[in-house]
């Protein structure tokens, strides 16, 4: 796992994978809404593939540290 290729990948990056590509970006610096990882993450239902992560849903203040962390930017940190 390298913390810049994830970032490289995911970051400004529109979804690749089958059920999401055209559907949006992976994330969007400052805009959780428009960010499919917050849409996975933070919904039972998402608008394209499965709910993540495939192991079960995360907490709470797992998921709000996540949105907060792209709400401020996704900053590389």
């Known amino acids: 796992?390298?913390?810049?290729s994830f970032y490289t990948a995911l970051v400004n990056k529109?979804?690749?994978g089958a059920q999401c590509m055209g559907k949006g970006m992976y994330i969007?610096?400052?805009?959780p809404?428009?960010?499919l990882l917050i849409?996975?993450?933070s919904m039972e239902m998402p608008p394209?593939?499965?709910?993540?992560?495939?192991?079960g849903p995360l907490q709470p203040d797992e998921i709000k540290l996540v949105t907060d962390w792209?709400?401020?930017g996704a900053l590389n940190n």
């Open 48 to 55: 394209c593939g499965a709910q993540m992560p495939p192991t």
């Open 1 to 4: 796992f390298n913390k810049d």
């Open 14 to 16: 529109p979804a690749q």
């Open 70 to 72: 792209v709400m401020a």
């Open 28 to 31: 969007v610096p400052g805009n």
């Open 39 to 41: 849409q996975k993450i």
């Open 33 to 35: 809404a428009q960010s």
